[in-house]
Nanobody
């Protein structure tokens, strides 16, 4: 059974940066992907970025050029570097693993419990 644990969220001002981390255990990384999703109050959860075993990445348009997803395979850690943060980036951010994560889908994903990111002046 996979276990995902996020950290690194917080309250920052617009234009600031944050680095989210997700430690993963018990997940056999074969054909699937790792990724980040987010859910703002009153909105549905949606994909943000994904990375596969060959380090190929996918981003949604609103974060491309500002966010960078990467992985430290030695430490079993997924990272999301978020720069030039905007108030509309405010959300609970979730780490996910599974085959559908490659297309930022939701089917049979493993999920973490989330970390809150708030961007406000």
């Amino acid at each position: 059974q996979a276990h995902l644990s996020e950290s690194g969220g917080g309250l920052v001002q617009p234009g600031s940066s944050l680095r989210l981390s997700c430690h993963v255990s018990g997940y056999t990384y074969k054909t699937g992907c790792m990724g980040w999703f987010r859910q703002a109050p009153g909105q549905e959860r949606g994909g943000v970025a994904a990375i596969d075993k060959q380090n190929r990445t996918t981003y949604i348009d609103s974060v491309r050029g500002r966010f960078t997803i990467s992985q430290d395979k030695l430490r079993n850690t997924l990272i999301l570097q978020m720069d030039s943060l905007k108030p509309e980036d405010t959300a609970m951010y979730y780490c996910a693993a599974g085959w559908s994560v490659c297309s930022l889908g939701f089917t049979e994903n493993y999920w973490g419990l989330g970390t809150q990111v708030t961007v406000s002046s």
